[in-house]
């Protein structure tokens, strides 16, 4: 046997450290095993040997295996990182729609906290403060709208387990969106369509029915934003769309009239 080798190969002496767990064979000045064999750990020293001038050889490592979880401990981890997601969601939304409740009972009260602490400066002018107070109550309830659209579809998906990771983002910012679309519809509406909100088109005054429908106008268009995009996307087609089409065609007829028949029309006028 080869005692200046390393590793399996390697012959050590008492009071060495031990590199390797396994069992040593002592073996004598030749490296030829002696019949007796130590169980030594790795970072231990070596043992006295039986006679002078022995040593130890590795011959049979220990196989330490790897600790893995046991089945139903990872089973149940698994489960539950399932739902811290969708946990920290559902608090995330509980507490916005707290931060919005009290939003709107900022607005309702007339205290206006919110506004002033943004650093800014209400006119004087009651009929634009009105309409102010409109605008937010919409705003109100389209994060509303919003965040109850996503507690909704958050229960909807984690209880049946199709709950994606990549749509937390969606749950987060969702309720600024809708509060900026039902500002819009809101802005819509006030601009078309004046008895929907219970105002009359003379005056900007704040009254029960036009703060509750613009609350309620807020909230649909926060909660069904999908479908107040695809109308909106509608209507911007409607009221900007291609006018010169209607040219174009007019043009394609002409030219598929005969040409005899232009000259004799030119001739005439």
């Known amino acids: 046997m080869n005692t200046k080798g390393t590793g399996e190969n390697s012959v050590f002496k008492p009071g060495e450290t031990c590199p390797t767990s396994g069992q040593y064979a002592v073996v004598d000045r030749e490296g030829k095993s002696v019949g007796t ?5 790795r970072g231990a020293t070596f043992p006295p040997t039986p006679g002078s001038g022995q040593g130890y050889v590795l011959v049979d490592p220990t196989q330490l295996a790897t600790s893995k979880p046991h089945p139903q401990t990872r089973g149940q981890w698994h489960e539950i990182r399932k739902f811290i997601v969708p946990g920290l ?6 507490l916005s729609l707290l931060v919005w409740g009290w939003v709107l009972l900022d607005v309702s009260t007339g205290t206006l906290h919110t506004i002033r602490w943004l650093g800014l400066v209400l006119p004087d002018d009651q009929a634009y403060v009105s309409l102010l107070r ?4 919409a705003a109100i309830g389209g994060a509303i709208g919003g965040i109850v659209y996503g507690m909704q579809n958050l229960w909807k998906h984690a209880t049946a387990g199709e709950f994606r ?3 937390a983002g969606d749950y987060v910012f969702r309720q600024f969106g809708a509060a900026t679309l039902a500002v819009v519809v809101f802005a819509l509406v006030r601009g078309g369509i004046l008895t929907a909100l219970g105002t009359d088109p003379s005056t900007a005054t704040t009254t029960t029915a036009s703060t509750f429908s613009s609350f309620a106008i807020g909230f649909l268009s926060g909660f069904g934003s999908y479908q107040v995009i695809n ?3 509608e209507l911007i087609k409607q009221a900007f769309g291609k006018p010169s089409g209607s040219n174009q065609q007019g043009s394609e007829k002409q030219d598929e009239i005969p ?3 232009q000259e004799t029309v030119k001739k005439k006028t």
């Open 89 to 94: 969601l559902a608090i995330y939304l509980n």
């Open 231 to 233: 109308k909106l996307d």
């Open 134 to 137: 409109l605008a937010f109550y």
């Open 165 to 167: 990771i990549v749509f």
């Open 37 to 41: 064999e130590r169980t030594v750990v």
């Open 259 to 261: 040409k005899d028949t």
